[in-house]
């Protein structure tokens, strides 16, 4: 049977949700064949899924061209409107597979008439305020050229402006979960009609304890049979294929190993110094004129206010990022890194996933962290979208135990130097 063949077969036993139409030649003057990319062996393009024109537009605005691993794996069953759980890590491109697939759903099938203010055809649950606001953020990129809604409702933000941005139509929405249950529960959001679900890092909201909240919430959206539904996880665990298995119907599973082979453009070095140490080569290596855009992780909140108040003292643009500052500054750092405002983000792991920040040159970490898989999430901020990147790990005496599992995780040596001289 063809792979053509296998697709269709698998279709016929999904549920029969989405009638693919061919997607208009010309937009407002935007022709696709402004998008030329050339067929590669072993590689998906966007224009091999038949997308619908603004959605092609925006991809095209955007840069991408070619599909990541999980957005051709996703897609290939998304479309078809089957449900899908997925393992991919932060930065293999997991976020704009899902946002595709419910936009060009969207975009192929309007909305009824009659649609409620507030009650969302999409909803995407995600555990922490950064990653829903990025979400957000790249799902308004997405729906640009469209009269798609996009809002968001997250905790630590005032709760009379997100009331109004849900006073209309809303086509998708991006939430985490304790804010979606207040809003439910003063009947600011109805779930009722929800067609598509997503539940992004699912692993999180089980280690973080939300998975009473998430079971609320889907008890408030149409039964499984009667939405898609989608599940990304970083890990297959038995509880989040429990989970899995409760909240989905016949899923296509598709999984992209949590692995530094994905991220085959940074160029990883280990630096073997003491922990007395450790500071001044930090600062020593941040005056390079090369380090352009740099994240440094440190383990502890109190190690990452010490880091930022040394790096100030020096004379370096540099700003704070952990889970002690208040969300509102934590929105206006994160900003204020991404247009280049701040040369450097000092943070905890609360950015070490599932935030989304384009040309990051350089990342550091002071401390090795105490989750091998830490590790590949916090290099993975670098070397993105075909860029390339460099990861420096600061080895100290604290650090030579977490060494060898990070090795044995990530299946490879990583090469041990001293720092050149000059710099201690």
Request: glycine share 6%.
């Amino acid at each position: 049977m063809s792979e053509s063949e296998q697709t269709t077969a698998s279709a016929q036993n999904r549920k029969p949700k989405r009638r693919r139409r061919k997607p208009r030649r010309r937009q407002c003057g935007w022709d696709l064949r402004q998008f030329q990319v050339p067929a590669v062996a072993g590689k998906w393009r966007f224009h091999d899924f038949d997308l619908p024109l603004p959605l092609m537009r925006a991809i095209h605005a955007l840069g991408f061209e070619y599909c990541t691993p999980i957005q051709a794996e996703a897609l290939r069953q998304t479309l078809l409107g089957g449900d899908i759980v997925g393992k991919a890590q932060t930065g293999t491109g997991k976020t704009a597979a899902f946002l595709m697939s419910a936009l060009a759903y969207f975009l192929e099938e309007p909305a009824p008439e009659g649609q409620k203010p507030g009650a969302p055809r999409a909803l995407i649950i995600a555990p922490t305020r950064e990653l829903a606001l990025q979400i957000e953020k790249d799902a308004k990129a997405l729906a640009r050229f469209t009269d798609l809604e996009v809002a968001s409702v997250v905790g630590g933000m005032e709760y009379q402006t997100q009331r109004e941005s849900l006073a209309g139509k809303i086509d998708l929405l991006v939430a985490t979960p304790g804010r979606l249950l207040d809003f439910h529960q003063k009947r600011d959001i109805d779930l009722s009609e929800v067609e598509v679900l997503v539940l992004d890092e699912a692993d999180r909201m089980l280690s973080m304890g939300f998975i009473p909240d998430v079971k609320r919430i889907i008890r408030y959206t149409p039964k499984k049979e009667q939405r898609q539904t989608f599940l990304f996880s970083a890990t297959f665990t038995d509880d989040i294929l429990n989970l899995a298995s409760q909240w989905t119907e016949n899923p296509a599973h598709v999984e992209i190993e949590v692995t530094v082979e994905n991220q085959a453009d940074i160029d990883q070095r280990v630096f073997l110094v003491s922990d007395e140490d450790k500071q001044r080569l930090l600062v020593k290596l941040l005056e390079q004129e090369s380090f352009e855009r740099v994240m440094v992780f440190g383990n502890r909140r109190d190690l990452v206010r010490k880091l930022d108040s040394a790096l100030r003292k020096a004379g370096i643009n540099v700003a704070m990022l952990s889970g002690d500052v208040p969300q509102a500054q934590r929105i206006q750092t994160l900003e204020a890194f991404r247009e280049g405002s701040v040369q450097v983000l000092v943070a905890t792991d609360v950015a070490g996933r599932g935030i989304h920040i384009e040309d990051v040159s350089h990342v550091i970490n002071y401390t090795l962290p105490e989750d091998p898989e830490d590790y590949v999430h916090r290099i993975g901020r670098t070397g993105r979208a075909g860029a390339k990147g460099v990861s420096i790990s600061f080895v100290g005496e604290e650090d030579a135990f977490s060494l060898p599992e990070i090795e044995r995780y990530i299946g490879d040596k990583l090469p041990c130097e001293h720092p050149p001289e000059g710099l201690l």
